[in-house]
């Protein structure tokens, strides 16, 4: 069974950036696309970003419009977390964000794609 731990949220004012980390268990982190997704109050959840696992030369990330621009995921293989660095902050990206691992080496922005879920972590962006 795979665990999926989110930490790094908070409260932050508009403009600021929070870095949040998702630390997985499991030998095989590093074959799998991982994911973050954010669920707003009263809102269903959405996609944010995605990164591609090891199995591929390069890896790549793909993002949300809303995000482009002003968020990052990185992944330390060796440390099994990946990262979402989100600067430029708006109130409206305040929400629970949540990692997820793949089904397979790339994984897109659908929900169904994912098959681990963290538990999520609050983050707050004041006005």
């Known amino acids: 069974q795979v665990q999926l731990v989110e930490s790094g949220g908070g409260l932050v004012q508009a403009g600021g950036s929070l870095r949040l980390s998702c630390a997985a268990s499991?030998?095989?982190?590093?074959?799998?696309?991982m994911g973050w997704f954010r669920q707003a109050p009263g809102k269903e959840r959405e996609f944010v970003g995605t990164?591609?696992?090891?199995?591929?030369?390069?890896?790549?990330?793909f993002y949300a419009d809303s995000v482009k621009g002003r968020f990052t995921i990185s992944r330390d293989n060796a440390k099994n977390t990946v990262y979402l660095q989100m600067s430029s902050l708006k109130p409206e990206d305040t929400a629970v964000y949540y990692c997820?691992?793949?089904?397979?080496?790339?994984?897109?922005?659908?929900?169904?794609?994912?098959?681990?879920w963290g538990q999520g972590t609050q983050v707050t962006v004041s006005s």
């Open positions: 990164i591609t696992g090891s199995g591929l030369a390069t890896s790549l990330t």
């Open positions: 997820a691992r793949g089904r397979t080496v790339v994984s897109g922005t659908e929900e169904r794609e994912y098959e681990y």
């Open positions: 499991g030998s095989t982190f590093s074959s799998y696309a």
